[in-house]
C-alpha cells in the first residue's frame, strides 16, 4: 500500500472507503464528451475509408484513449465529489469538446487547435494532481512530477507536428504518442529524480474495471449509433434490414465476449495482487487498447457498409472489416492473460481465422466477408460459453477461468 502522510481533512483524495464505491455522476458526465469524439473519430475513418485514413485516424484514437485512461487514474485516486475535482472534470470536458472538434480538420488548418487541446488536458490534468497529492501523498505527488515532465517533453513534438506539414504531422504525432506510451514502462524515470515504482500506483482495481467497462459500453453505444444512423439514411430493403441485424448481432457478441467472462475476474485480480498497479496498468492502460480500437473499426465497417452492401472490397476494407473483430479479440486475449495466467484458445482460433479471411478476402463484396467476420465472432462467443459454462462467477469458483 502506498505510504500516505496526514494533513487537513479536507484534502481532495479518497479514504479506503471511497475508493471501493462506484463511478460517480461526475465521471459519468465526464465520459459524455468521449461519446462526441468517438462520433467524430468514425465519421473521420468512414469519409476517406483508405490506408491513409485509418492510419490519420489510428492517431485519434490513441490520443483519446490515453487522456481518457490518464483521467481515470486520477480520478481513482481523488473524489470526484470534491468541488475542485469536479471542476478539474468539467475543465477537461470543455478542453476535450474542442479537441473533439478539431478531429475532422487536424490534419489541415485546425491541427494546432487539435494538439493544443491535447496538451492543455494531459499536462493540466497532472499539474493538478501534483498540487491535490502535495502534503498527503508525497510519493505520488512524486510520481505526477515525473508525469508532468514526460508530457511536457511530449508536448514538444505536438506543437511542433501541428505547426508541420500534414505528412510530417502524422510521423510526428506518432512520435509524441510513442514516447507517452513508453514512459510507464519506463516509470517515468527522470534523471536526476529518478522513477516511479508501483507502490505510487496502488489503486483500486474494481473501480478502475468499472471505469473501462463503461468506456467500452460507450464504444458498443457509438457502435449502435452509427449503425442506426446510416440505416435511417437509407431505403429499406431486405438486404439493408439483414446487415443491420448482422451488425447489431457483432456489437452483442463483442459486449458478451468482453463482459461475460473476464471483465469481473480483471478487478478480482488486480484486488488480490501484491502488486496491483503494475497489473491495472497492462490490463487497463495498455490491453484495452485493442479492444477499444476493434470496437471503434467494426463500428466503422457497420457503417460503411449499410452505405455500401455490394462494394467490392479493397485492402482498406479489409483491414476494417476483419481487423476490427481481430484486435478486439487480442485485446481481450491479452486482458484475460494477464488475469487468468492462461490462454482462450477460442480467441486464437478466432484471430487466426479472422487473418486468413483477411488474407483471402480482398476483392470480394464486402457483403460476404462481413458476414464471414460475423460468424467467426460468433463462433469464439460459443466456444468461449460451452468451454466456461453458461454463468461466469460459477465458471471462476470451479477454476475452469484457467483451464479454457
Known amino acids: 500500500m502506498a505510504h500516505t502522510d496526514t494533513k487537513a481533512d479536507d484534502h481532495w483524495v479518497k479514504d479506503g472507503d471511497q475508493r471501493e464505491r462506484t463511478v460517480g455522476f461526475p465521471e459519468l458526465f465526464f465520459d459524455l464528451v468521449f461519446v462526441f469524439a468517438l462520433i467524430q473519430l468514425s465519421h473521420f475513418i468512414v469519409e476517406d475509408f483508405t490506408l491513409a485514413g485509418l492510419t490519420e485516424g489510428g492517431v485519434f484514437a490513441l490520443a483519446l484513449w490515453w487522456v481518457w485512461i490518464h483521467t481515470a487514474w486520477v480520478t481513482n485516486r481523488l473524489d470526484p465529489e470534491r468541488m475542485p475535482v469536479r471542476a478539474l472534470l468539467f475543465g477537461l470536458m470543455f478542453l476535450g469538446l ?219 476494407r479489409a483491414l476494417v472489416i476483419c481487423g476490427g473483430p481481430m484486435v478486439f479479440l487480442a485485446g481481450n486475449l491479452w486482458v484475460k492473460r494477464v488475469t487468468t495466467g492462461y490462454l482462450p484458445w477460442s480467441h486464437i482460433a478466432g484471430i487466426a481465422a479472422l487473418l486468413a479471411l483477411l488474407l483471402v478476402t480482398q476483392g470480394w463484396v464486402t457483403l460476404w466477408t462481413a458476414a464471414l467476420a460475423v460468424c467467426i465472432l460468433l463462433a469464439v462467443a460459443i466456444w468461449e460459453y460451452r468451454r466456461l459454462g453458461r454463468i461466469p462467477h460459477e465458471a471462476d469458483e470451479v477454476g475452469e477461468l484457467r483451464g479454457e
Open 98 to 316: 474542442l479537441m473533439s472538434s478539431a478531429i475532422p480538420k487536424a490534419f489541415e488548418e485546425r491541427g494546432l487547435m487539435f494538439a493544443a487541446t491535447y496538451v492543455a488536458m494531459q499536462l493540466g490534468r497532472s499539474l493538478f494532481a501534483i498540487y491535490a497529492f502535495n502534503g498527503v501523498m508525497e510519493n505520488v505527488r512524486r510520481n505526477f512530477v515525473r508525469v508532468s515532465l514526460w508530457f511536457a517533453l511530449s508536448a514538444i513534438l505536438w506543437i511542433w507536428g501541428a505547426l508541420s506539414d500534414p505528412h510530417a504531422r502524422l510521423i510526428i504525432w506518432y512520435g509524441a504518442l510513442l514516447l507517452e506510451f513508453l514512459a510507464p514502462e519506463l516509470r517515468f524515470v527522470v534523471p536526476g529524480y529518478g522513477r516511479s515504482t508501483t507502490e505510487d500506483w496502488d489503486i483500486s482495481g474494481e473501480h478502475m474495471a468499472e471505469r473501462c467497462g463503461l468506456f467500452v459500453m460507450i464504444c458498443l453505444g457509438e457502435s449502435i449509433l452509427a449503425t442506426g444512423r446510416s440505416f435511417s439514411d437509407q431505403d429499406i430493403s431486405p438486404l439493408i434490414v439483414v446487415i443491420l441485424a448482422g451488425s447489431f448481432l457483432a456489437t452483442g457478441l463483442m459486449w458478451w465476449i468482453y463482459f461475460h467472462f473476464g471483465h469481473e475476474k480483471a478487478s478480482q485480480e488486480i484486488e488480490e495482487s501484491d502488486e496491483p498497479g503494475e497489473v491495472a496498468l497492462h490490463v487497463f492502460t495498455y490491453a484495452h487498447i485493442p479492444v477499444v480500437a476493434g470496437i471503434i473499426l467494426c463500428a466503422v465497417a457497420a457503417e460503411h457498409l449499410i452505405a455500401h452492401p455490394v462494394e467490392t472490397g479493397g485492402l482498406a
